[in-house]
Antibody, heavy 123, light 107 residues
Framework: EVQLVESGGGLVKPGGSLRLSCAAS????????MNWVRQAPGKGLEWVSS????????FYADSVKGRFTISRDNAKNSLYLQLNSLRAEDSAVYYC????????????????WGRGILVTVSS | EIVLTQSPGTLSLSPGERATLSCRAS???????LGWHQQKPGQAPRLLIY???SRATGIPDRFSGSGSGTDFTLTISRLEPEDFAVYYC?????????FGGGTKVEI
């Protein structure tokens, strides 16, 4: 069974930093592109960042480029997101999500998601 | 980027009824790379449909997807109590991937 478990969220002041982690199990982590998607309170889903299986390619949404850094450790089956220079509009539930096994698209479809972790940016 | 517009925003139905959800794209979705996700409060989203019309692993056949180009539909043939949730479409035919605003199916 695929499991994705996020951790590391919490309350942080504007301009502060936070590091999110995602522990993966139930599949060969090193074979898949992994992703972060967020959802602001009462809002829809927004893709944040993707990293390919060997970390060769990394992509960011314009809204976080230059502030967030995605990384992974295949030996630990773990995905990370470093959030710097946080703003109030970054407040959201952050989901770790696995790229699908179905399609040949380079742009990811998400076939498994974690339950998410809340990040609140407030003074 | 491709903007996805879902309608209606809320669908009020009873168990056993048929639900029809719409997702319209601002430009054609390449190769029908359109997926549908279900989200219940406090739970992880779950992939239902990929490639516009293929069911993901373990998804019951009361869920079906159709459409191509800019117009896509998710149909739930007979609503079960566990189907009341929010549904999102996602296009992955062009970068960046984008989501619709969601349709809430309520009792």
């Amino acid at each position: 069974e695929v499991q994705l478990v996020e951790s590391g969220g919490g309350l942080v002041k504007p301009g502060g930093s936070l590091r999110l982690s995602c522990a993966a199990s139930g599949f060969t982590f090193s074979d898949y592109t992994m992703n972060w998607v967020r959802q602001a309170p009462g809002k829809g889903l927004e893709w944040v960042s993707s990293i390919t299986s060997s970390s060769t390619y990394i992509f960011y949404a314009d809204s976080v480029k230059g502030r967030f850094t995605i990384s992974r450790d295949n030996a630990k089956n773990s995905l990370y997101l470093q959030l710097n220079s946080l703003r109030a509009e970054d407040s959201a539930v952050y989901y770790c999500a696995k790229k699908d096994s179905y399609s040949g698209s380079s742009t990811p479809l998400f076939d498994y998601w974690g339950r998410g972790i809340l990040v609140t940016v407030s003074s | 980027e491709i903007v996805l517009t879902q309608s209606p925003g809320t669908l009020s139905l009873s168990p056993g009824e048929r639900a029809t959800l719409s997702c319209r794209a601002s430009q054609s979705v390449s190769s029908s790379y359109l997926g549908w996700h279900q989200q219940k409060p406090g739970q992880a989203p779950r992939l239902l449909i990929y490639g516009a019309s293929s069911r993901a692993t373990g998804i019951p056949d009361r869920f079906s997807g159709s459409g191509s180009g800019t117009d896509f539909t998710l149909t739930i043939s007979r609503l079960e109590p566990e189907d009341f949730a929010v549904y999102y479409c996602q296009q992955y035919g062009s970068s960046p991937t984008t989501f619709g605003g969601g349709t809430k199916v309520e009792i």
